[in-house]
């Protein structure tokens, strides 16, 4: 049995028949960051001691002969952007570079409640900003698959961990794209639910009415497995959705079969890849072959989606920003003598190049005389957008999409224009705006062995189908 | 050029950074070009459309009920408590910068 190799269920009926232990388990995976993790860099905060305590309850109630419960024992990594009572939160940047929260991000609760096994927090873009993870203020991280080229962003750690067997599963956020498409960049699968499906409870926010956390997984199955434990109605995020959650792994093997995948030309247009088009077109190919019905439809406002999402973003950072002023948790400049001068040298030396960016545009767009003209045009244009997707699931149950235009790009290759790298984004951005889900699975590689993700798309609260349609694809391909 | 120096200056001010001469110049680069692309947007008439802040805006979770009616799960009673025990005074001081066990300390507010 190779122990960092298992999906969740092959783990925790290992620790529960007693084949191997938690701590077996863990130790398996420390020892592959101890020997792989200098080159990637993957993880920022280890924290092996909380791991080797959660593993030896679960043990404890193996030996006793206790039914486990679903993720029992099962190694994880949590994207250093969710708070972690008593470990190291940075979200990438200088300015909590020493934070230590005193309580747990409710999805890592839920995990940890669940028998997860937390090993510790992975690199991410500054803040989350950032599709390269080049962002990050203590150090890049290098694809698995290609140590050239980026592992894609903000949750490229997360990604990277997991396409290189260091956890089994890792939790994610996605703001404009920041699981699905360095999901897609290292080859795992990456699911954002629906906006509300998941508390943002201690997610340390970039974009609040954009931020979603979800998991990155090797199997559809096990992101199936960790959405069933992170989802539901949290008293402590107000806009968390008092829905009931479904079974999703229950629903996985449920037949495609006569299901309408809708194919909106917008998003095979200028600008992708042909590499990438040819493998998409095939799973969409493989998808027919399964009984699945493709429709052609329209998403006639994709093209002003960038723009949108830029304003709507950076506002909402310019606003969630603003609490890091060096008095209660974050970084202060030293020899400072009054109030102002604290304030903008210690958010000066704190934040990095494209955090400061978006804080700019953010408060630009925010400032007198420019709100109407851009951002309440893009909450007007977000609604065009959103509308897009209404119409187009009146007539299908899912929509299929590349997740990117383009595999894993070098490093350094786009981290001098922010607008080439906005663009990236390009096809991800619009399930954000639009508080839809989305998943992106590995649908084939380039000539170059580099990974290229399929996007499925589906309706508000309807992850149920995307998962099951990710589960048929992967199942058959 | 739609950004001056001037509008740099003073955005710099209002979100309380600095920024060095160099950062100026780049940002002045930088918020020009993606302003020029956001320029875009003006192409779309929105004259009578709304404006979406949150996504259950227009996805409330049950869609038989009406406005506020709506969001209902999501207030709650206001008690002294609230949902957690508030953050013990020593908690929430650990990570300050500068504290004397009682109060975040900051440098002198008032000048003159």
Do not use: W
Not at chain 1, 405 to 415: C, I, M, N, Q, V
């Amino acid at each position: 049995m190779q122990l960092t190799k298992l999906t969740i269920d092959a783990a925790r009926s290992a620790v529960q028949q007693r084949k191997t232990t938690a701590l077996a388990l863990t130790e398996a995976s420390y020892a592959r960051i101890q020997k792989e993790d200098e080159q990637i860099g993957a993880f920022l905060t280890l924290c092996k001691e909380r791991a080797m305590e959660q593993a030896d309850r679960i043990d404890r109630m193996a030996a006793e002969g206790k039914p486990l419960p679903p993720l029992a024992g099962v190694p994880v990594a949590i994207k250093d952007v969710m708070s972690t009572r008593g470990v190291r939160t940075t979200a990438g940047s200088k300015i909590l570079g020493n934070y230590i929260p005193p309580y747990d991000c409710t999805a890592v609760a839920r995990m940890q409640a669940a028998g997860a096994v937390v090993l510790g927090k992975t690199n991410c873009d500054e803040f989350a900003m950032g599709s390269s993870n080049e962002n990050s203020a203590f150090r890049p991280v290098h694809n698995p698959r290609d140590l050239s080229r980026v592992p894609g962003g903000s949750s490229g750690g997360s990604a990277a961990a997991v396409a290189a067997d260091m956890a089994v599963v890792a939790l994610g956020s996605d703001t404009g794209g920041s699981i699905r498409q360095p999901a897609s960049f290292c080859g795992v699968v990456g699911l954002m639910p629906t906006y509300g499906r998941v508390s943002r409870y201690g997610l340390i926010a970039f974009a609040s009415s954009l931020d979603h956390i979800g998991p990155l997984a090797r199997t559809v199955k096990d992101a199936a497995i960790v959405l069933r434990t992170i989802a539901g109605r949290d008293p402590m995020d107000s806009t968390s959705a008092d829905l009931p959650v479904p079974d999703y792994v229950a629903g996985l093997e449920r037949p495609v079969r006569g299901l309408k995948l809708g194919v909106a030309k917008e998003y095979f247009g200028e600008g992708l890849d042909d590499e990438v088009r040819h493998a998409v077109e095939s799973a969409i190919d493989k998808l027919k072959g399964l009984g699945c019905e493709i429709v052609p439809v329209s998403l006639p406002h994709t093209p002003y989606a960038i723009p949108t999402y830029y304003l709507i973003a950076t506002a909402e950072a310019s606003s969630n920003l603003a609490r890091y002023d060096g008095v209660r948790y974050s970084y202060r400049a030293p020899g400072v003598k009054s109030l102002s001068e604290m304030y903008r040298r210690s958010r000066d030396e704190g934040f990095g190049a494209e955090a400061k960016r978006r804080i700019m545009l953010g408060t630009y767009a925010l400032s007198a005389g420019y709100y109407d003209a851009y951002y309440l045009k893009a909450q007007k244009v977000r609604t065009l957008l959103t509308r897009d997707f209404e119409e187009a699931f009146r007539k299908v149950d899912a929509i299929v999409t590349p997740t990117s235009p383009t595999a894993a790009f070098r490093l350094g290759e786009k981290s001098n224009d922010p607008l080439a790298m906005y663009l990236a984004d390009i096809y991800t951005v619009t399930a954000d705006l639009a508080g839809i889900p989305g998943i992106s699975i590995p649908c084939g590689e380039t000539r170059q062995g580099l990974p290229i993700g399929l996007q499925i798309l589906g309706k508000h609260f309807d992850e149920a189908t995307v998962l099951r349609l990710a589960h048929a694809y992967e199942q058959a391909a | 050029m739609k950004v001056t120096e001037k509008d740099v200056a003073y955005v710099a001010d209002l979100a309380n950074l600095e920024l060095s001469a160099e950062e100026r110049a780049g940002m002045l680069r930088d918020l020009n070009s993606i302003l020029d692309y956001i320029e875009r947007l003006g192409e779309l008439d929105t004259e009578n459309v709304e404006p979406m802040a949150q996504v259950s805006d227009r996805y409330g979770v049950d869609e038989s009920k009406q406005g506020s009616e709506r969001f209902a799960y999501a207030s709650r009673e206001d008690v002294p408590e609230g949902l957690r025990k508030s953050l013990s005074q020593e908690s929430a001081l650990e990570n300050a910068p500068d504290a004397d066990g009682t109060f975040f300390r900051v440098p002198k507010v008032i000048e003159r």
